[in-house]
């Protein structure tokens, strides 16, 4: 039958969703730290837990950005470290 001719079916009932009350979303401290830190994490590349170690020594990937900074290689170079000591293997 050609869909003009048909009989329209059941009406078709939704069910309205409320939405909820979102609560407010404070900054804290920790989600601040913890953003920088995934920024900084982006900015070096996104480095495996092997290249920490590679550049930093057996407990680099346990090393905060900034004692990894204290330690010589902040973030921003650490693409060309990790390079420089691939190479050198």
């Known amino acids: 039958m050609p869909r003009s001719k048909r009989k329209p079916a059941g009406k078709r009932t939704t069910t309205v969703k409320t939405a909820k009350a979102q609560s407010v979303k404070k900054n804290t401290s920790a989600g601040k730290s913890r953003a920088e830190g995934i ?10 837990k ?13 090393l905060t950005w900034d004692q990894r900074a204290e330690a010589g ?4 170079k650490f693409q060309a470290v990790l390079a420089a000591k691939q190479s050198g293997r």
């Not at 900084?40 to 495996?48: D, E, K, M, Q, V």
């Not at 290689?73 to 921003?76: I, T, Y």
């Open 39 to 48: 920024r900084l994490f982006n900015l070096a590349g996104r480095p495996s």
């Open 50 to 62: 092997a290249q920490f170690q590679l550049v930093y020594g057996d407990r680099g990937h346990l």
């Open 73 to 76: 290689v902040p973030a921003e």
